[in-house]
């Protein structure tokens, strides 16, 4: 079975930072692309951050650009995203998911075939 195990969310105040981890299990890890997407309430999931199988060409949407890092440890089958400056409007849950799309394609969330149940990250102001 495979499952995306998404951990290190939690309230914090505006400015502060916070890392998110995606425990991967039941799949061949280095074969997949990652992304982490947001969802706040009300609105409809975004689009926050991806990363190839290799490790390289992170992209980001344009609202965390400079602000929030995405990498992966293949040989722990994990992938994080570190966040920095947080603002209120970064509010939301944050879902880690796994596809074997092309890289064109990673910020559409339709292509992800593997998703992880969410951690909350809220922030203050």
């Known amino acids: 079975q495979v499952q995306l195990v998404e951990s290190g969310g939690g309230l914090v105040q505006a400015g502060d930072s916070l890392r998110l981890s995606c425990a991967a299990s039941g799949l061949t890890f280095s074969s997949y692309n990652m992304g982490w997407f947001r969802q706040a309430p009300g609105k409809e999931r975004e689009f926050v951050a991806a990363i190839r199988w290799s490790g390289g060409s992170p992209r980001y949407a344009d609202s965390v650009e400079g602000r929030f890092a995405i990498s992966r440890d293949n040989a722990k089958n994990t992938v994080y995203l570190q966040m920095i400056s947080l603002r209120p409007e970064d509010t939301a849950v944050y879902y880690c998911?796994?596809?074997?799309?092309?890289?064109?394609?990673?910020?559409?969330?339709?292509?992800?075939?593997?998703w992880g149940q969410g951690t909350q990250v809220a922030v203050s102001s």
């Open positions: 998911a796994a596809t074997t799309a092309n890289w064109s394609v990673v910020v559409q969330s339709v292509v992800y075939e593997y």
